[in-house]
């Protein structure tokens, strides 16, 4: 999947033009990565302790990385959490894709997440078929549900549940909620590269602009693609920044992880934009597209006709690329 967190693969272009009106800018760190906030609004309020605020909440409920958050205590095996909606409405999110995906979106890899040093817990890398084939016992997010009392069951309570993607697409929502709630029309909110839009770039008087990396870029940061968005959603998956080397043998393990097999190898596919109507869709559809692959995941897209998509793949040697119809009428520049 794509790790945890997720890679920084949408850059935010800024406009230069006419000050019609400033936008207030935010940018901090949390979910273990940066975050940026445009909007624009006359009205005072105290939008850094709203953010804030936003953040202790997700993390209360759902970091793997905050030992006595809900989820963390939940793989731990405490069976008498009752979850949050915030919770709920993620398991439920969760669910719908995992079926969409044929299982290729699956919250419980977090052992192999752990397992390939990618995951709250920095285990050792130790690539044995036998540790591997024990760990996949406990992948597989049909072994765990949501009880009407808002309990977890696990069919095993060795299964170790995350949310981390499709988590900080979540935080971009949530952001986004509490920004409409104080009535801030034009926005745009940022999570370590996964986003939200909704109305327009008044400073530049058009829509937000935001760009899409070369997967193949090294130190040098190169856009494919520049696409206009007003009221929608994007996420993008790669496994070009995040990956880890083992040492003694020198295998490259990518973190998007496959729930089918277990492995941590690229697929033919390199990158993954996607654009939906709420961020943690985006978010989990993208990962969900990476351990797929082209052809699987090209196939899916056509029939979500709620999202549209950007594919970058690689065929035989040779760099390729793929849209729907809604995702080639919002580029602007190739």
């Given at each position: 999947?794509?790790?945890?967190?997720y890679?920084?693969?949408?850059?935010?272009?800024?406009?230069?033009?006419?000050k019609?009106?400033t936008?207030k800018?935010i940018t901090?760190?949390a979910?273990?990565?940066t975050?940026?906030?445009q909007f624009?609004s006359?009205?005072k309020?105290?939008v850094?302790q709203?953010?804030d605020?936003?953040?202790?909440?997700?993390?209360?409920?759902?970091?793997?990385?905050?030992?006595n958050?809900?989820i963390?205590k939940?793989?731990k095996?405490?069976?008498?959490?009752?979850v949050?909606?915030?919770f709920?409405?993620?398991?439920?999110?969760?669910?719908?894709?995992h079926?969409e995906?044929?299982?290729?979106f699956?919250?419980t890899?977090?052992?192999?997440?752990n397992f390939y040093?990618?995951?709250a817990?920095?285990f050792n890398?130790e690539?044995s078929?036998e540790?591997?084939?024990?760990?996949?016992?406990?992948v597989g997010f049909?072994?765990?549900?949501?009880?009407?009392?808002?309990r977890?069951i696990k069919?095993d309570p060795r299964?170790?549940?995350e949310?981390?993607?499709?988590g900080k697409?979540?935080?971009v929502?949530?952001?986004?909620?509490?920004?409409?709630?104080?009535?801030i029309?034009n926005?745009?909110?940022?999570?370590?590269?996964?986003?939200?839009?909704?109305?327009k770039?008044?400073?530049?008087?058009?829509?937000?602009?935001v760009g899409i990396?070369?997967p193949?870029?090294?130190?040098?940061?190169?856009?494919?693609?520049?696409?206009?968005?007003?009221?929608?959603?994007?996420a993008?998956?790669?496994?070009?920044?995040?990956?880890?080397?083992?040492s003694?043998t020198g295998?490259?393990?990518?973190?998007?992880?496959n729930?089918?097999?277990?492995?941590?190898?690229?697929s033919?596919?390199?990158?993954?934009?996607?654009l939906?109507?709420?961020c943690?869709e985006?978010?989990a559809y993208a990962t969900?597209?990476?351990?797929?692959?082209?052809q699987?995941?090209k196939?899916?897209?056509?029939?979500?006709?709620?999202?549209d998509?950007f594919f970058?793949y690689?065929?035989?040697?040779s760099l390729?690329?793929?849209?729907?119809?809604?995702?080639?009428k919002?580029?602007?520049?190739k």
């Amino acid at each position: 999947m794509k790790n945890y967190i997720y890679i920084l693969i949408t850059f935010i272009i800024f406009s230069s033009c006419d000050k019609k009106t400033t936008p207030k800018v935010i940018t901090g760190n949390a979910l273990g990565t940066t975050y940026s906030i445009q909007f624009f609004s006359t009205k005072k309020f105290p939008v850094q302790q709203k953010i804030d605020s936003v953040f202790e909440v997700v993390n209360a409920s759902m970091s793997t990385y905050i030992p006595n958050s809900d989820i963390s205590k939940i793989n731990k095996g405490e069976q008498d959490i009752r979850v949050d909606d915030m919770f709920k409405e993620v398991f439920s999110l969760s669910k719908k894709i995992h079926k969409e995906s044929n299982g290729f979106f699956d919250p419980t890899v977090g052992n192999l997440v752990n397992f390939y040093g990618f995951g709250a817990d920095k285990f050792n890398l130790e690539k044995s078929t036998e540790k591997l084939d024990s760990l996949m016992q406990f992948v597989g997010f049909d072994k765990v549900k949501l009880n009407h009392d808002g309990r977890i069951i696990k069919e095993d309570p060795r299964i170790y549940i995350e949310f981390n993607a499709i988590g900080k697409g979540y935080a971009v929502d949530r952001i986004s909620a509490m920004l409409n709630a104080n009535n801030i029309n034009n926005y745009l909110v940022e999570v370590g590269g996964e986003l939200n839009t909704r109305g327009k770039d008044l400073q530049a008087d058009k829509n937000w602009y935001v760009g899409i990396d070369d997967p193949l870029q090294n130190e040098k940061r190169d856009l494919v693609k520049i696409i206009s968005l007003k009221n929608r959603a994007m996420a993008t998956s790669g496994n070009y920044r995040k990956y880890r080397i083992d040492s003694v043998t020198g295998q490259k393990y990518v973190h998007t992880i496959n729930p089918k097999n277990g492995l941590s190898k690229k697929s033919d596919l390199l990158s993954a934009s996607v654009l939906a109507k709420t961020c943690a869709e985006a978010d989990a559809y993208a990962t969900a597209f990476m351990a797929m692959g082209f052809q699987k995941s090209k196939q899916l897209a056509k029939q979500l006709p709620e999202i549209d998509v950007f594919f970058i793949y690689d065929e035989k040697g040779s760099l390729k690329s793929f849209s729907t119809p809604g995702f080639d009428k919002v580029i602007v520049k190739k």
